[in-house]
């Protein structure tokens, strides 16, 4: 058995960061909830207002402020404590919050570089996306409760990065299913949305099952659930079978809530809420905690190279995948939302070779580009909408048709997003440039002579699957600058099709929506330097290499042993890579030489790639309606017939027999009543005789 | 002296028990009724020699609520009568399906 979380702590030598401003991480998390409360409360008692409250706009992003500068602090000191760092700081170990038959759990948070790393993202974009809703959803009438649930989210998100067991972090992974859900379907009154929020929350319910199942299966055979105790056990354990399962199971519940296949089919739809929300939650940071969790349980998934070649093949294949629908979808929303999922595969492959600093490296660069890339969207998205209802037009604000010609009239957004074009496409020196290509380049080291290469996953050897994941990281590589390219020429040059009168309304957003979206791209622009190869001189190498060492270092070298590169092939992948995302570019632009008609006067657009291969289609079929039968039936025999029929046949008899008793004991008979009395009042005395 | 008064209080209390039991007519019934009453009086009187004055009190309060219960009983009384055209108690079982 091993030691529990509360003997460990006891056990523990004093902590680095014992004494420091580390003690006040659970502030951390209360700050954001504090922010939901506060915002709930407003919006509870200012129901039926319309005008934003002072109060929400002072709480929603301060709050978030607030945690970023603690953040910010933390950071400092983690720095400052060095090389010393090697074991996560645990706060609240000694909190109780389970204890049943063998298993204690406590509230304890724990405090690591890969923590620290996406809490700095969270709070950090957060912040930024916070203060462009305040502009976004200055008119709205639910400008509370959406900041209400925009801080629920963000406090969910920081118990999920920062829970030291996996029933913690679950509570925060189901949290942040809620405020996803909840915003989602945040304009509920259009059932489109509402049904939107539905799906999102049903299809990651499928993944949240195997999470539960996992834990079960790591409880009954590890005996514990705490991410300390996990080694240890492994320790012992070996490559057994059960090591395997569990992380297969967790790859299930990482592919639910980080939409790979097949489990993907929310997040297109999840663009149904507010786009800062899309920003926040369905690119930046939500959906990449199924990369977390497969770094944070990087030593299970390296003890078991099997799933981790199951890893990284989910992620190609969903790379490729997503990225063939996004070369055909008119919505920009919709492009955007599918480049998510495809770059989500991309963090999947790197998580799954082991090269677990290169998938938190393009989770963090990511957060910045695509979180630029929405919040970019949004103001496209406002501007139109704004322009449309100024020319008293019904026309889709969201319809790459409608648009066009938009640099003239929002240059500052247009500069911004042709920078988050180029970083997604992988053109150097931008932050997309290193975190692909370390990807990919950690991918094809890896293929021969690690213990990755030596599994087999399906029959397979492992380097033919890590092969091929590479080709077809190349090929999605070629297909992300092409239709990044499309939506960007689409959207931003070329002639104007959004009316006469409309175009007259066109302009920039606000300060406060223009502020947020320069500093992102300011951090696309330098996100890079954060973990530089050691192929350019351009600054210190593997920053975040070595920040992450303490935590996955062991694992990633347990998968991929020393895989390097020779010098030569790796100044061959970077040209290879660099040339790819310019000829994507190029075809990008080649393909959108013809003009296109705006929507209302377009054909409908009925190709496969449109429709998306139709798997919404295919799932309603295939999954839905069976199980949705199945249910009928089940409803109508077995709960209705069933147990309604039993309960209500023994209402029936109950009935029966009280009507039977009652007729009797009460028939108007003075007589009969009289000796009841008399035999009432002779057992009362008998009793007080006896007794 | 205490003895005898509490055998004819029992007695009293017995043939009132048998009289509400047995027999039919509703005004007969509340005689007996009274009469229970009244046997449990002298249980009162006599035991207020050995356990002090609130045996008297008692019988007061008995003497009231039976005063009072016999006005609402027999107005019962008369109003059934009124309606049924009799007091006699086992033909008044209209409650009966």
């Known amino acids: ?691 | 002296m205490i003895t005898e008064s509490l055998v004819v209080s029992a007695l009293l209390f017995a043939i009132g028990v048998v009289g509400v039991l047995t027999r039919r007519n509703a005004i007969i019934l509340f005689m007996c009724v009274e009469l229970m009453l009244n046997a449990v009086n002298l249980s009162f009187v006599a035991l207020a020699r050995l356990h002090g004055v609130a045996g008297h009190v008692f019988v007061v309060m008995v003497m009231t609520i039976a005063a009072a219960e016999a006005a609402v009983g027999l107005a019962l009384v008369i109003s059934v009568f009124r309606h049924f055209g009799t007091v006699d108690l086992p033909s008044l079982r209209s409650l009966r399906e």
């Open chain 1, 1 to 691: 058995m091993p030691p529990t979380l509360s003997a460990l702590l006891q056990a523990a030598a004093p902590h680095p960061l014992d004494g420091t401003v580390a003690r006040w991480l659970p502030v951390l998390v209360l700050l954001p909830l504090l922010g939901a409360v506060v915002n709930g409360a407003v919006a509870l008692v200012r129901r039926p207002s319309s005008a934003r409250h002072p109060l929400v706009t002072l709480v929603g992003p301060g709050v978030l402020l607030a945690a970023f500068a603690l953040a910010l602090q933390l950071f400092a000191a983690m720095r400052g404590a060095g090389t010393s760092l090697t074991a996560p700081f645990l706060v609240g170990g000694d909190v109780p919050w389970i204890r049943a038959g063998g298993l204690t759990l406590s509230f304890a948070l724990q405090l690591d570089q890969l923590s620290m790393v996406m809490v700095l993202v969270i709070t950090g974009v957060g912040s930024l996306i916070h203060l462009y809703s305040v502009g976004y959803m200055r008119d709205d009438a639910g400008y509370a409760r959406y900041f209400a649930y925009l801080n629920l989210f963000v406090a969910c998100m920081l118990v999920l990065v920062l829970g030291a067991s996996y029933p913690l972090l679950f509570v925060g992974w189901e949290g942040v299913g809620l405020a996803s859900y909840l915003l989602i379907g945040f304009w509920f009154t259009d059932p489109a949305n509402a049904r939107a929020g539905q799906k999102a929350f049903v299809v990651n319910r499928i993944g949240d099952a195997g999470f539960l199942a996992a834990m079960a299966l790591l409880w009954s055979s590890a005996g514990t659930l705490d991410f300390a105790g996990v080694p240890t056990w492994l320790a012992a354990q070996g490559n057994a079978p059960v090591v395997t399962a569990v992380a297969l199971l967790l790859l299930l519940a990482c592919a639910g809530k980080s939409a790979q296949l097949p489990l993907y089919l929310w997040l297109p739809d999840a663009m149904a809420g507010p786009t800062p929300v899309s920003a926040l939650i369905h690119a930046a940071t939500m959906v990449t905690a199924g990369v977390y969790l497969v770094a944070r349980s990087g030593a299970l998934f390296a003890a078991a190279p099997v799933a981790s070649l199951a890893v990284a093949a989910v992620g190609a294949l969903t790379a490729l995948y997503a990225a063939t629908i996004a070369l055909r979808q008119w919505d920009i929303k919709r492009v955007l939302a599918y480049s998510t999922v495809s770059q989500l595969g991309y963090m999947f492959i790197g998580v799954g070779v082991g090269a677990y600093t290169a998938g938190v490296f393009h989770l963090v660069t990511h957060a910045f580009f695509k979180a630029l890339l929405f919040l970019g969207a949004g103001s496209v998205i406002h501007a139109m909408h704004h322009a449309y209802h100024h020319a008293h037009r019904e026309d889709d604000p969201q319809d790459l048709r409608n648009m066009g010609g938009l640099g003239r009239h929002l240059p500052i957004t247009a500069t911004m997003m042709t920078v988050a074009t180029l970083a997604i496409a992988g053109v150097p020196p931008l932050a997309g440039f290193f975190s692909k290509d370390e990807i990919l380049a950690s991918t094809l080291a890896r293929a021969h002579g690690t213990p990755l290469a030596s599994a087999s996953l399906l029959g397979i050897p492992g380097s033919v699957v890590l092969q091929g994941v590479y080709a077809v990281g190349l090929i999605t590589a070629l297909l992300t600058a092409v239709y990044m390219t499309r939506m960007l020429v689409y959207a931003f040059f070329g002639a104007n099709r959004s009316g006469e009168e409309a175009r007259a309304a066109l302009h920039e957003g606000s300060p406060i929506m223009v502020a947020p979206v320069v500093v992102l791209g300011v951090l696309t622009l330098a996100g890079g330097w954060l973990n530089l190869p050691a192929l350019l001189p351009l600054g210190p190498v593997g920053v975040l290499d070595q920040w992450l060492a303490p935590v996955t270092g062991a694992a990633s070298r347990q998968l991929g042993g020393a895989a390097h590169l020779p010098h030569d092939t790796e100044v061959i992948l970077v040209g290879l890579a660099v040339a790819v995302a310019l000829l994507g570019m190029g075809l990008g632009v080649w393909l959108t030489r013809h003009p296109v008609l705006p929507k209302a006067q377009a054909p409908e657009d009925r190709s496969l790639l449109a429709r998306a291969y139709d798997a919404d289609r295919w799932a309603e079929r295939f999954v839905v309606a069976p199980v949705r039968r199945l249910a009928e039936r089940v409803l109508a025999d077995a709960v209705e017939r069933g147990i309604d029929g039993a309960a209500s046949a023994s209402g029936r008899g109950v009935v029966a027999a009280a009507r039977a008793a009652g007729r009797r004991l009460q028939d108007g008979d003075v007589g009969r009543y009289t000796w009841w009395l008399a035999g009432g009042a002779v057992v009362l005395v008998a009793i007080l005789v006896v007794g």
